[in-house]
């Protein structure tokens, strides 16, 4: 069994920065990629940014320039920093954990943290 926990969602004013957190724990055996997506209300959930355990990374589009993801190997923990923050940006953030425990491969999620940007 593996837990994410994601943690520093808040309420931000536009052009505010936030920095998410998430934790892994469980009988981890290693971890492949690692990732934050979101859902805004009334739409589906969408790919913000992923991080190979290489630490090659993606991002959506529309947050390249703006967001950064990034990972501790050591800690089990996958970050995104998110500045120049828009209202188009609230949304609930999750984490997604993809790797393999001694039980096998896992496909984790967290259970998301909202982030909500309005002055």
């Known amino acids: 069994q593996v837990q994410l926990v994601e943690s520093g969602g808040g309420l931000v004013q536009p052009g505010g920065s936030l920095r998410l957190s998430c934790a892994a724990s469980g009988s981890i055996f290693n971890i492949f990629a690692m990732g934050w997506y979101r859902q805004a209300p009334g739409k589906q959930r969408e790919v913000v940014a992923t991080?190979?355990?290489?630490?090659?990374?993606n991002y959506a589009d529309s947050m390249k320039g703006r967001f950064t993801i990034s990972r501790d190997n050591a800690k089990k923990m996958v970050y995104l920093q998110m500045n120049s923050l828009k209202p188009e940006d609230t949304a609930v953030y999750y984490c997604?954990?993809?790797?393999?425990?001694?039980?096998?491969?896992?496909?984790?999620w967290g259970q998301g943290t909202q982030v909500t940007v309005s002055s």
């Open positions: 991080i190979s355990s290489g630490g090659s990374t």
């Open positions: 997604n954990t993809k790797g393999r425990t001694t039980g096998g491969l896992f496909d984790s």
